[in-house]
């Protein structure tokens, strides 16, 4: 499995950006994938996660409302629309994946080793939102 994302920039506060991963390897649907960052010297944190068995997704507070994340199955690509954003969402954004129901990590808003044991992590893509 290969999770390649693309798509981080520099952007003012209040601007958005679109986040992209091509996800291959996967035989079928099932897996979940999402989108985790981690800011300089802080805890990695969950984002968005969508489940592709079901297309149901998850947010984490922090984000909900102005993050969407979605799926071109076509190109087995998951997207991360990010709007309104604010100078605490910079960071290395990594496109994640695990055959397991993982979602629900996203949500945790305390230091946990469950936001580290999904199997599949990509190269992370930088995010910076300026003030």
């Known amino acids: 499995v290969q999770l390649q994302a693309s798509g981080g920039g520099l952007v003012q506060t209040g601007g958005s950006l679109v986040l992209s991963c091509a996800a291959s390897?996967?035989?079928?649907?099932?897996?979940?994938i999402g989108w985790f960052r981690q800011a300089p010297e802080k805890e990695r944190d969950g984002v968005a996660c969508?489940?592709?068995?079901?297309?149901?997704?998850t947010y984490a507070g922090t984000v909900t409302g102005r993050f969407t994340i979605s799926r071109d199955n076509a190109k087995n690509t998951v997207y991360l629309q990010m709007n309104d954003l604010k100078t605490e969402d910079t960071g290395v954004y990594y496109c994640?994946?695990?055959?397991?129901?993982?979602?629900?990590?996203?949500?945790?808003?305390?230091?946990?080793?469950?936001?580290?044991?999904?199997?599949?992590w990509g190269k992370g893509t930088q995010v910076t939102v300026s003030s």
């Open positions: 994640v994946a695990d055959l397991g129901p993982w979602c629900g990590v996203v949500t945790l808003t305390s230091p946990s080793p469950r936001k580290y044991e999904m199997e599949y």
């Open positions: 390897g996967f035989r079928r649907d099932g897996y979940s």
């Open positions: 969508l489940n592709t068995r079901d297309g149901s997704t």
